[in-house]
Structure formats: structure tokens, C-alpha cells
């Protein structure tokens, strides 16, 4: 079933230009497909299912990196900005990869239903296996997009068991505390929200707390809990990652999209840039422009 999956996302991608990622009909489907391994690349990801079909990954968020291949996944259960790069991947063997958003609400309607007690803490972000249940899944999930007409019928209905699966298997409990979070998780992520949502403002942590019911410092220890790394930490990426689309995107140059972002220093955008991207701005996005050409 697994060699079906392969030769049903390769059709696809075969008929698409370029190396994706592919946005499909499907509500919050995505097709990954690279034919060779990539530099580490800083991503916003929603909660969602990441499956290996063919070749590896790792992922870097806070301090902590997962490893995942074929057969595998990456759950993400908070929205978080990571840092990804493609392992294993070849013009014969190009790395093939499904991402799948969560719908929340089915989630928790049908962790409601399995009448089970979700995990009081756990990881925000896990590797599973995918299993016969889960493969039989995403290949039906592909063949979808061969007809749209079914898309509104059957796609709901193929969520729903992806999210059943996932909530009976060995890390269901863990997946289900996001679906159901607690009140103080809820207040959390609320906090998490007001970051992403004002990232380019200067937000004070106490503030965060003092709305979330919180002292700072319990505040801060559940925050790098869920995401694994400080609310300071988090803000950053989301900047350097909202100076990256500026500058590619729209053509702004490096000192522009520092300041649209939140930075008083062009100096210290450029050295928290290149520490995360790896290349100060200007090369960085040379060569993402000369990759698209």
C-alpha cells in the first residue's frame, strides 16, 4: 500500500510545475516534493500532520530536533516557527511529503467520542508512525484530487478518520491536549496568539501574563514548555521569517524590512538573521532569487 501512496503523490507532482510545495484543492492540504537535499529553512507551521512518503527530514524547534523519514510523520500540535530541512532526496528518489492542518474542532468532537482522558502535558511536537489505518488514508486523500466533484463529500469524512487514528494510536493522549486544552493552556496559547498576531510591536511579557491570569515567570515556564523556547525566542523567528517574505517577496530592502518587522537596530537584524538563516540578508535572499529565476 505504501509503493501506491509513492506512484499516487508522484503522478500528482508530475503534472505540477516546479518542486512545490503544491497547494491543493483539498482545504489545508499541501504536496512536498525536492529532488535534492536542502539548506535549513525557518517555517511557520499550524497544527498538522507532516508525512514522509519517500526520503527524510529533520526538524529544529527551540532547542530540541526530530528526525523523521518514510513511514513516518511529524505531529505538530501548537503553532510554532521551525527551522526544517530536507535529508534525503535525489533527481531519481526526490523527497515526497504530505502536510495536512488540522481541523481542531473534528479533533476534539472525536476525542469526545472515544471518552478518554487527554494528556495533562506532553510534547508539542512528536514523530509517529504511520501505520496500514493512516497510509489507506492519505492515498485515498490523494486520489481525492483527481475529483474535485467528491472534494465536499468525502474529504470531511477521510479528516475525520485520519483524526480517529491518530487519537487511538500510542501518542493520542498527547495529540488530544491541544484539542482540548486546559485553562491555563488555553490562556497560553491566547499569549501565543497576541505574539503572532504583534509580533512587530514591543510586547511585554508581564503583560502577556497579567492576561493570561499568570505570574511572569510561571507564564514564561508553560510557554518554552509548549513550544520549547522562550516567548522572546518566538517573537524573533516570526520577525526574521516576516523580513525574509518582505525582502524576497516584495523586493524591500534588508534595513526597510527590519524596521517594518520590529528592529531598531539594522546591525542586530543582520546578526540575528544570518544566526538563523545562515547567510547575511543580502546573500540569503541572492540566492533564493537566483533559485527561482
Not at 505570574?215 to 517573537?235: D, E, G, I, V
Request: contains cysteine; charged residues 25%; proline residues 6%.
Amino acid at each position: 500500500m505504501w509503493e501506491d501512496l509513492v506512484q499516487a503523490v508522484i503522478r500528482y507532482t508530475d503534472a505540477q510545475p516546479g518542486e512545490g510545495p503544491y497547494q491543493t484543492a483539498l482545504p489545508g492540504l499541501a504536496v512536498l516534493k525536492s529532488r535534492q537535499e536542502r539548506q535549513p529553512a525557518p517555517v511557520f507551521f499550524k497544527p498538522a500532520l507532516c508525512i514522509v512518503v519517500q526520503g527524510a527530514k529533520w526538524a529544529l524547534f527551540g532547542d530540541q530536533r526530530l528526525d523523521y523519514r518514510t513511514g513516518q510523520a511529524l505531529v505538530i500540535n501548537v503553532e510554532i516557527p521551525m527551522v526544517g530541512r530536507v535529508a534525503e532526496a535525489s533527481p531519481d528518489k526526490p523527497f515526497l511529503g504530505l502536510i495536512l492542518e488540522f481541523d481542531l474542532a473534528v479533533m476534539a468532537e472525536v476525542w469526545q467520542g472515544l471518552n478518554r482522558r487527554a494528556a495533562d502535558a506532553g510534547a508539542s511536537v512528536l514523530v509517529v508512525d504511520i501505520d496500514g489505518s493512516l497510509v489507506d488514508c492519505a492515498l485515498r486523500m490523494v486520489k481525492l484530487l483527481d475529483k474535485p466533484e467528491a472534494i465536499p463529500t468525502l474529504f470531511p469524512l477521510i479528516q475525520r478518520e485520519i483524526s480517529y487514528w491518530l487519537l487511538t494510536g500510542p501518542h493520542g493522549a498527547e495529540i488530544a491536549r491541544l484539542a482540548l486544552a486546559t485553562q491555563r493552556t488555553r490562556a497560553v496559547i491566547e499569549g501565543l496568539h497576541t505574539l503572532r498576531d504583534g509580533f512587530a510591536r514591543t510586547i511585554r511579557i508581564e503583560d502577556l501574563a497579567d492576561a493570561a491570569g499568570m505570574s511572569a515567570s510561571a507564564f514564561h515556564k508553560q510557554f518554552k514548555a509548549l513550544t520549547a523556547m522562550t516567548p522572546l525566542q518566538y517573537q524573533k523567528q516570526l520577525r526574521l521569517l516576516e523580513a525574509r517574505r518582505l525582502m524576497v517577496a516584495e523586493g524591500a530592502n534588508a534595513e526597510t524590512a527590519a524596521f517594518q518587522v520590529g528592529y531598531e537596530s539594522p546591525s542586530q537584524f543582520s546578526r540575528d538573521y544570518s544566526r538563523v538563516f545562515g547567510e547575511p540578508p543580502r546573500r540569503d535572499v541572492a540566492g533564493l532569487r537566483s533559485r527561482v529565476a
